[in-house]
Each structure stands twice: as structure tokens, then as C-alpha cells.
Nanobody, 124 residues
Framework: QLQLVESGGGLVQPGGSLRLSCAAS????????IGWFRQAPGKEREEISC????????KYADSVKGRFTITRDDAKNTVYLQMTKLSVEDTGVYYC?????????????????WGQGTQVTVSS
């Protein structure tokens, strides 16, 4: 069982930056594609970015393209989401999830392990 732990959330002003981390506390992240999702208040959870197991392919939702960057450091067993130019619309709980399917990007239902989430609040 892969356990994922998100960290790095917090309160930030509009225009600010945060870096989220998704760390594996049990198995290695090497074989897994990792996705970042967010759930805003009153809205469904949406996928905002994902990275392949090799780290060579990335995908971004249009809403974050050009502002967010996903990277992975398998030596540290961690995937990062660097978020810049944050706006109030980026507020929500951010989750990371892992998928073992060979294709990229994984479908939503192909993510089999999920973290507990970290809160990001963008407010002045």
C-alpha cells in the first residue's frame, strides 16, 4: 500500500507562490505517475497536473498552465507542485494521487492511492 502525504499548503496573498510536496512514506514512487488534484469549496475535485513515472511527460489543466510546474525527485521520493501567480480561484484542498497504468496521462479512475490533502487559501 502506497501512502502519500501532502504538505506545503497555507495562506498566501494573491500573486504569491507556494510549493506543495507529495511524499511517499512507504513504497517508492518510481513506478507511479503522480497527479495533483484540487477541490474548491462547493466544487468537484479537478485534476490540475500530472507527471509520468519517468518524469519526462507532464500535463496541466488550462487554468494553471504557465503558472504551475510539476516536478519529481525520485531520490527524495517526492513530487512537487510549484505554484506561482496565485489567485483566489486557486483556493482549495490539494491532493496528490498515484497511478500504475502504463499509459499517460492516467484516467481519473486509474489513480489508486490518494493523500489526505493540504489546504491552500489565497486571500488578501
Amino acid at each position: 500500500q502506497l501512502q502519500l502525504v501532502e504538505s506545503g499548503g497555507g495562506l498566501v496573498q494573491p500573486g504569491g507562490s507556494l510549493r506543495l510536496s507529495c511524499a511517499a512514506s512507504t513504497l517508492t514512487l518510481d513506478p507511479y505517475a503522480i497527479g495533483w488534484f484540487r477541490q474548491a469549496p462547493g466544487k468537484e475535485r479537478e485534476e490540475i497536473s500530472c507527471i509520468s513515472s519517468s518524469g519526462h511527460r507532464m500535463k496541466y489543466a488550462d487554468s494553471v498552465k504557465g503558472r504551475f510546474t510539476i516536478t519529481r525527485d525520485d531520490a527524495k521520493n517526492t513530487v512537487y507542485l510549484q505554484m506561482t501567480k496565485l489567485s483566489v480561484e486557486d483556493t482549495g484542498v490539494y491532493y496528490c494521487a498515484a497511478s500504475l497504468v502504463p499509459g499517460f496521462p492516467p484516467d481519473r479512475d486509474e489513480y489508486i492511492f490518494w493523500g489526505q490533502g493540504t489546504q491552500v487559501t489565497v486571500s488578501s
